[in-house]
């Protein structure tokens, strides 16, 4: 059964650093597009960013640009999303999701992790 | 950018009500157009993509329709289990922007 499990969510002050893992299973991880979405608490949904199958390609929100990156490790069937320069804005619940059918909308969700950014 | 823009952000309506929300892109995605439902503390559930395309295991209830800029989501008979926020997105490229969501009650 396809999974994905969140973690490296957490408080932390603004101008700070925070680094959130994906890890997956129950599918080819290696083969798929993978995405972050965030929502922050009681407000809509807004797409983060993008990584390729293969690392190749990532894209970004204009709101994280410059100060977010994305990563993943096939091997390790894990995909990292760096958060760095945090701002109170920030704050959400940051879900890891992805796209089975190529041309289709996110179909897999995990259940988020908390990312707080207060002083 | 791409925006979404949902009407209306949020309605009421009765048990076995026919309900419709409609989705407007700024510009057009042919029918790149995906619908999500999204139940108070649960995670965003995908109904509906390529416009009109039914997710697997989703009620016949639920229906899309639209392309280029204008889009709609059709509950052709309002249960109390759709008490939910529903979205929009356009999904065929980045970045993948969401509407802002309609929050629908029961009446």
Redesign the interface.
Known sequence: QMQLVESGGGVVQPGGSLRLSCAASGFTFSTYAM?WVRQTPGK????VA?ISYDGSYE?F??SVKGRFSISRDNSKNTMYLQMNSLRVEDTAVY?CVS?I?V?????Y????TLVTVSS | ?IQMTQSPSSLSASVGDRVTITCRASQDITR?L???Q?KPGK????L???AS?L?SGVPSRFSGSGSGTEFTLVISSLQPEDVATY?C?R??S????????TKLEIK
């Open positions: 995405y809509g949904l807004e797409w993008v894209k929100a204009d879900y796209r059918v041309t289709g909308g996110f179909d969700w995990g259940q988020g | 950018d790149y995906a619908w999500y999204q995670v965003p559930k995908l509906i993509y390529a395309t997710q979205y997105q999904h065929n980045a970045p993948y922007a969401f509407g802002q969501g």
